[in-house]
């Protein structure tokens, strides 16, 4: 089954880029969307955004500014990059695989976050 | 911007006992809504999407309805693994709403 892994620096800091990487195996990266979802301790998920195999990118607009997402399918995987980082920035970080499902008729579409990694905490502080 | 937001903030109830989750939207999602569990230090998990849908492997106690801006998620005989925190999403800008915290009476 498709496994997902985050990796990169668990400590970065202030007014530095935040980089991580995701890694997909068990299946190929192609032909989806990958999420980038991030939860600071103790308080709920906010979703950053996602990224298409082709490259295409939707964010969230609180963090748009900041955000760069890509994808490297010759490796399957795909990255996250947050600048001007500051405490706030801490949090556990996860990717996640957004699933599509067939529906009634002739729909065709999301289904959530049906795959996750099991997180990374990144710590932003000097 | 679509705002979501989960009600109550944390619910009460004994094991084998009915929970009845509610989430609501600032504006219609249709039935682009997804509920996850998450328990403590572990990543989401997927129950419901499609507004009612489960997920595959999720147990029949979890059941969801609604559509537009209203939402339920209902476990109908909670188990002690059932308690976790909920979320829902909507999938027309993906934004979270902030969770409820089902905990033992």
């Known amino acids: 089954q498709v496994q997902l892994q985050e990796s990169g620096p668990g400590l970065v800091k202030p007014s530095e880029t935040l980089s991580l990487t995701c890694t997909v195996s068990g299946g190929s990266i192609s032909s989806y969307y990958w999420s980038w979802i991030r939860q600071p301790a103790g308080k709920g998920l906010e979703w950053i955004g996602r990224i298409y195999t082709s490259g295409s990118t939707n964010y969230n607009p609180s963090l748009k500014s900041r955000v760069t997402m890509s994808v490297d399918t010759s490796k399957n995987q795909f990255s996250l990059k947050l600048s001007s980082v500051t405490a706030a920035d801490t949090a556990v970080y996860y990717c996640?695989?957004?699933?599509?499902?067939?529906?009634?008729?002739?729909?065709?579409?999301?289904?959530?976050?049906?795959?996750w990694g099991q997180g990374t905490t990144v710590t932003v502080s000097s | 911007e679509i705002v979501m937001t989960q009600s109550p903030a944390t619910l009460s109830v004994s094991p084998g006992e009915r929970a009845t989750l509610s989430c609501r939207a600032s504006q219609s999602v249709s039935s682009n809504l997804a509920w996850y569990q998450q328990k403590p230090g572990q990543a989401p998990r997927l129950l419901i999407y499609?507004?009612?849908t489960r997920a595959t492997g999720i147990p029949a106690r979890f059941s969801g309805s609604g559509s537009g801006t209203e939402f339920t998620l209902t476990i109908s005989s909670l188990q002690s693994e059932d308690f976790a925190v909920y979320y829902c999403?909507?999938?027309?800008?993906?934004?979270f709403g902030p969770g409820t915290k089902v905990d033992i009476k």
């Open positions: 996640a695989r957004v699933g599509y499902y067939y529906g009634s008729g002739s729909y065709y579409g999301p289904m959530g976050m049906d795959v």
């Open positions: 499609g507004a009612s």
């Open positions: 999403q909507q999938y027309n800008n993906w934004l």
